[in-house]
């Protein structure tokens, strides 16, 4: 049963970009090699940190979405605690928060449609006795 | 956020009168509950009488219709959270409850993440 994951980690500001790069490329195939999907990886780059994480005062965000299985996350998790640059990470899980999410739409999509053809029909017919009448009403 | 405040404070006419009056006339509860918390909110509020209907604060949620509250759209959780870094509670920012719920999961999710402080000001 596989569910989408977001996972974000901040690595060392004193790593080179190829390093961090090497890290991103590792913790992917970790989750191939499990049977799990990479969706994409976006690197947010420098960004100041909130409070001082191990004596650092910024540091490299990267997003991982993954689309895997439990123990794959917990393999993933278990690299990210083990490498020394990576020095905070969460895993928030997506899945429901999707289906809620296409629900919604689904919602507004399906109320939208029922509203737009009542309105459509209406339109064309008002504007047509409304111009009949006030020339009724003139005269 | 104090600019909302400051701007509805008219529809609820002379917060300044009647913030004077709700002490004068509460006589047990009225300096206890009204006078600090008076005091505390500038500028907005239906003064000191505690009981009263607070004005129609809208939840932002609702009406701009955002589903998702991600914990990674910073400038968004920062709306809702003090100088301090303490989250506001729902009653001065108007937000109804599922909203809350969400926005303080989120605040929690990104303060673990140190994209929000947990305690600001030593």
């Known amino acids: 049963m596989s569910r989408l994951y977001e996972v974000m980690f901040i690595v060392r500001p004193d790593m080179a970009e190829e390093d961090v790069d090497k890290l991103i490329a590792g913790f992917s195939t970790s989750v191939t090699n499990g049977g799990g999907t990479v969706k994409s990886v976006e690197k947010m780059g420098r960004r100041k940190l909130a409070y001082l994480v191990r004596k650092f005062a910024d540091g490299n965000y990267v997003l991982l979405t993954i689309e895997a299985s439990g123990p794959v996350v917990l393999e993933l998790e278990r690299r990210l605690r083990v490498t020394e640059p990576v020095i905070k990470f969460i895993t928030v ?4 928060e999707e289906k809620r999410l296409a629900k919604i739409k689904a919602l507004r999509g399906t109320r939208r449609k029922m509203s737009a053809e009542p309105v459509a029909a209406e339109a064309p017919a008002a504007p047509a006795t409304e111009a009949t009448e006030p020339a009724q009403a003139a005269v | 956020m104090p600019e909302e405040t400051q701007a509805k404070a008219p529809d609820s006419g002379a917060p300044q009168g009647q913030q004077s009056s709700g002490q004068g006339s509460g006589p047990g509860s009225g300096p206890g509950t009204g006078g600090p918390r008076g005091a505390g909110r500038p500028g907005g ?10 004005r129609k604060k809208v939840c932002k949620f609702c009406t701009e ?3 998702a509250i991600p914990y990674r759209d910073v400038r968004l959780l920062q709306q809702f959270v003090a100088e301090r870094g303490k989250i506001v509670p729902r009653r001065l920012t108007g937000v109804c409850t599922t909203h809350q ?16 402080p947990f305690a600001t000001r030593h």
């Open chain 1, 93 to 96: 899980r997506m899945d429901e």
């Open chain 2, 45 to 54: 509020g239906p003064g000191g009488r505690g009981k009263f209907f607070r």
């Open chain 2, 65 to 67: 219709k955002i589903d």
């Open chain 2, 101 to 116: 719920r969400r926005l303080t999961r989120a605040i929690k999710q990104a303060r673990n993440i140190a994209l929000l």
